[in-house]
Nanobody
Framework: QVELVESGGGSVQTGGSLRLSCAAS????????MAWFRQAPGKERERVAR????????SYMSSVKGRFTISQDNAKNTLYLQMDRLKPEDTAMYYC????????????????????WGQGTQVTVSS
Protein backbone atom coordinates (compact mmCIF):
# COMPACT_ATOMS: atom_id res chain seq x y z
CA GLN A 1 0.00 0.00 0.00
CA VAL A 2 1.42 3.36 -1.07
CA GLU A 3 0.82 6.48 0.98
CA LEU A 4 1.78 9.99 -0.10
CA VAL A 5 1.95 12.84 2.40
CA GLU A 6 2.52 16.43 1.28
CA SER A 7 3.89 19.26 3.36
CA GLY A 8 5.34 22.73 2.90
CA GLY A 9 2.35 24.73 1.76
CA GLY A 10 1.54 28.11 3.20
CA SER A 11 0.83 31.76 2.48
CA VAL A 12 3.35 34.02 0.77
CA GLN A 13 3.38 37.31 -1.06
CA THR A 14 3.88 37.68 -4.78
CA GLY A 15 7.47 36.92 -5.68
CA GLY A 16 8.01 34.67 -2.70
CA SER A 17 9.09 31.03 -2.61
CA LEU A 18 7.85 27.78 -1.14
CA ARG A 19 9.17 24.24 -1.22
CA LEU A 20 6.66 21.43 -1.20
CA SER A 21 7.61 17.94 -0.11
CA CYS A 22 5.87 14.63 -0.70
CA ALA A 23 6.96 11.74 1.48
CA ALA A 24 6.10 8.35 0.06
CA SER A 25 5.73 5.14 2.02
CA UNK A 26 5.33 1.74 0.44
CA UNK A 27 6.81 0.50 -2.80
CA UNK A 28 6.64 2.68 -5.91
CA UNK A 29 8.05 1.08 -9.03
CA UNK A 30 11.08 2.71 -10.57
CA UNK A 31 9.26 3.12 -13.88
CA UNK A 32 6.48 5.13 -12.28
CA UNK A 33 5.73 8.79 -12.94
CA MET A 34 5.58 11.19 -10.01
CA ALA A 35 3.79 14.46 -10.43
CA TRP A 36 2.49 17.57 -8.76
CA PHE A 37 -1.04 18.64 -9.61
CA ARG A 38 -2.94 21.68 -8.43
CA GLN A 39 -6.57 22.60 -8.23
CA ALA A 40 -7.99 26.04 -7.63
CA PRO A 41 -11.64 26.54 -6.56
CA GLY A 42 -13.98 26.06 -9.50
CA LYS A 43 -11.21 24.84 -11.79
CA GLU A 44 -10.07 21.47 -13.02
CA ARG A 45 -7.10 19.71 -11.53
CA GLU A 46 -4.04 20.37 -13.69
CA ARG A 47 -0.61 18.81 -13.80
CA VAL A 48 2.05 21.31 -12.81
CA ALA A 49 5.15 19.17 -13.22
CA ARG A 50 6.19 15.56 -13.44
CA UNK A 51 9.31 13.48 -13.09
CA UNK A 52 9.93 10.00 -14.43
CA UNK A 53 11.47 8.04 -11.58
CA UNK A 54 13.58 5.84 -13.80
CA UNK A 55 15.75 8.51 -15.43
CA UNK A 56 14.72 11.72 -13.69
CA UNK A 57 13.38 13.39 -16.82
CA UNK A 58 11.05 16.29 -16.07
CA SER A 59 8.29 18.26 -17.71
CA TYR A 60 6.40 21.41 -16.70
CA MET A 61 3.25 23.22 -17.63
CA SER A 62 4.10 26.35 -19.58
CA SER A 63 2.98 28.85 -16.93
CA VAL A 64 5.46 27.56 -14.34
CA LYS A 65 8.48 26.89 -16.55
CA GLY A 66 11.53 28.69 -15.24
CA ARG A 67 9.87 29.30 -11.84
CA PHE A 68 9.16 25.80 -10.50
CA THR A 69 11.55 22.85 -10.18
CA ILE A 70 10.50 19.27 -9.52
CA SER A 71 13.05 16.89 -8.04
CA GLN A 72 13.25 13.59 -6.24
CA ASP A 73 15.38 11.95 -3.59
CA ASN A 74 14.91 8.25 -4.16
CA ALA A 75 16.96 7.36 -1.08
CA LYS A 76 14.45 9.29 1.04
CA ASN A 77 11.48 8.32 -1.13
CA THR A 78 10.59 11.98 -1.31
CA LEU A 79 9.37 14.23 -4.11
CA TYR A 80 9.88 17.99 -4.05
CA LEU A 81 8.52 21.04 -5.80
CA GLN A 82 10.56 24.22 -5.44
CA MET A 83 8.35 27.17 -6.31
CA ASP A 84 9.99 30.55 -6.90
CA ARG A 85 8.64 33.92 -8.06
CA LEU A 86 5.17 32.87 -7.02
CA LYS A 87 2.16 34.67 -8.47
CA PRO A 88 -1.42 35.00 -7.20
CA GLU A 89 -2.56 32.69 -10.00
CA ASP A 90 -0.46 29.92 -8.42
CA THR A 91 -2.89 29.86 -5.50
CA ALA A 92 -4.38 26.37 -5.27
CA MET A 93 -4.39 23.09 -3.41
CA TYR A 94 -1.31 21.17 -4.51
CA TYR A 95 -1.35 17.38 -4.71
CA CYS A 96 1.38 14.81 -5.09
CA UNK A 97 0.55 11.83 -7.30
CA UNK A 98 2.12 8.65 -8.59
CA UNK A 99 1.10 6.48 -11.50
CA UNK A 100 2.32 4.06 -14.17
CA UNK A 101 3.72 5.39 -17.43
CA UNK A 102 1.84 5.22 -20.69
CA UNK A 103 3.05 4.19 -24.11
CA UNK A 104 6.74 4.75 -24.61
CA UNK A 105 7.29 5.55 -20.93
CA UNK A 106 5.33 8.77 -21.31
CA UNK A 107 3.80 10.39 -18.23
CA UNK A 108 0.19 11.43 -18.64
CA UNK A 109 -1.11 14.93 -17.94
CA UNK A 110 -4.46 13.41 -16.97
CA UNK A 111 -5.21 13.06 -13.27
CA UNK A 112 -7.14 9.88 -14.03
CA UNK A 113 -3.97 8.07 -14.99
CA UNK A 114 -2.44 8.47 -11.51
CA UNK A 115 -3.53 5.92 -8.98
CA UNK A 116 -1.90 7.20 -5.79
CA TRP A 117 -2.64 10.63 -4.32
CA GLY A 118 -1.75 12.65 -1.29
CA GLN A 119 -4.22 14.67 0.73
CA GLY A 120 -3.00 18.01 -0.62
CA THR A 121 -1.33 21.10 0.77
CA GLN A 122 -2.66 24.63 0.32
CA VAL A 123 -0.60 27.33 -1.35
CA THR A 124 -1.87 30.90 -1.17
CA VAL A 125 -0.11 33.78 -2.90
CA SER A 126 -1.27 37.28 -2.10
CA SER A 127 -0.67 40.36 -4.24
Amino acid sequence: QVELVESGGGSVQTGGSLRLSCAASGYIALNYCMAWFRQAPGKERERVARIYRGNGSTSYMSSVKGRFTISQDNAKNTLYLQMDRLKPEDTAMYYCAAGPPGTGSSCSTSAGMYNYWGQGTQVTVSS
